[in-house]
C-alpha cells in the first residue's frame, strides 16, 4: 500500500511500507487554515524539493534543524540554505535532472521541468484582490521575501516508482516537452495554480502524460493576499467528461490517500 497525503500548497507525504518521504514540506501563512505541526515535517526519512521558491523552501532551515531526514535539492537550494546557516555538507545532498535516489522501498529519479508562467490574468487578479483587501503592507513584506528565493532555473519533477506503481509529481505546473517522462503512470501529483486558465493549460499536458489517477495540489490560499483559493470544481467536471478513465482527487487536508 502506498499513502499520499497532502499537507497544504505544494507539501506532500508519500508513505511506502513505513517509510516516509516528504516533498516540499511549507508552513501555511493564513490562519484560517490548518497549520502541520512540525512533528509531521520532522519525522520523516527523506524530504526532496522541487525547487527553491518562497513557499516550497522557506521553512526548511527549521526543519532540518530538528530532523535526521537526509534533504535532497537544487544547486540554487543548496546555495540558499548554506546562506541560511544550514550545515549543507552534512544535511544536503545536490540532485540534478537525471539522476536516481534509491531508498529502501522506492526508486526516485529526477526530470527536467520548468516552472509555470504566470498569465496576465493572475497577475491583474492578485493585484485586485490585494486592493479590494487593502493589505499592501502584508502583500509588500510576502513579495519582498519571495523575492530572496529566486529559482535559478533549477526546477525538478520526481518519478517515484514503489510496489509496481509509479507517482510523477510536479512542484509547479511547467512542462518540458522535450522531457522523458515515464510513459505509463499511475498517480499523477499536479500543482493546480499559477494561471487564471489553469483547465484550458493544464488539460493537454494531463492528456500528454495520461496518467490512471490525478490528484491536484498547491490550489489552496497559502499566502494571503498574493494567493487565493482556485476553484477546482470546472477541472473535475471537465476531467469526468472527456476522460472519465482518469480518477481526479482533490485530497482534504491531512488525510491519507490509499493506493
Request: charged residues 30%; proline residues 5%.
Amino acid at each position: 500500500m502506498i499513502g499520499v497525503t497532502w499537507f497544504g500548497t505544494a507539501s506532500v507525504l508519500i508513505e511506502v511500507g513505513g517509510e516516509k518521504i516528504l516533498f516540499d514540506p511549507f508552513f501555511r501563512m493564513n490562519k484560517k487554515l490548518e497549520k502541520t505541526d512540525m512533528d509531521v515535517f520532522v519525522n520523516v526519512d527523506y524530504i526532496f524539493n522541487t525547487h527553491p521558491h518562497f513557499d516550497h523552501l522557506r521553512d526548511l532551515p527549521a526543519i532540518l534543524a530538528k530532523t535526521d531526514a537526509k534533504f535532497y535539492g537544487t544547486p540554487t537550494a543548496y546555495l540558499r540554505l548554506e546562506t541560511q546557516g544550514v550545515d549543507v555538507d552534512k544535511k544536503v545532498e545536490i540532485l540534478c535532472p537525471h539522476e536516481e535516489v534509491k531508498t529502501a522501498k522506492t526508486e526516485i529519479l529526477t526530470h527536467r521541468t520548468f516552472h509555470v508562467r504566470n498569465d496576465v490574468g493572475i497577475i491583474l487578479k492578485t493585484a485586485a484582490r490585494i486592493l479590494f483587501l487593502w493589505e499592501f503592507g502584508r502583500a509588500f513584506r510576502i513579495l519582498k521575501e519571495h523575492n530572496n528565493f529566486r529559482m535559478g532555473g533549477d526546477i525538478l519533477a520526481y518519478e517515484i516508482r514503489a510496489e509496481d506503481k509509479t507517482i510523477l509529481l510536479f512542484g509547479s505546473a511547467g512542462f518540458d516537452e522535450r522531457a522523458k517522462l515515464p510513459k505509463e503512470v499511475d498517480i499523477l501529483i499536479w500543482p493546480y495554480q499559477g494561471r487564471l486558465n489553469m483547465l484550458k493549460y493544464s488539460l493537454p499536458i494531463i492528456e500528454a502524460i495520461n496518467p490512471k489517477t490525478v490528484v491536484l495540489d498547491h490550489f489552496d490560499d497559502a499566502f494571503p493576499p498574493i494567493t487565493g483559493k482556485v476553484d477546482v470544481e470546472k477541472f473535475v467536471g471537465v476531467m469526468r467528461q472527456k476522460h472519465p478513465e482518469i480518477r481526479v482527487i482533490v485530497p482534504k487536508y491531512g488525510e491519507k490517500l490509499k493506493f
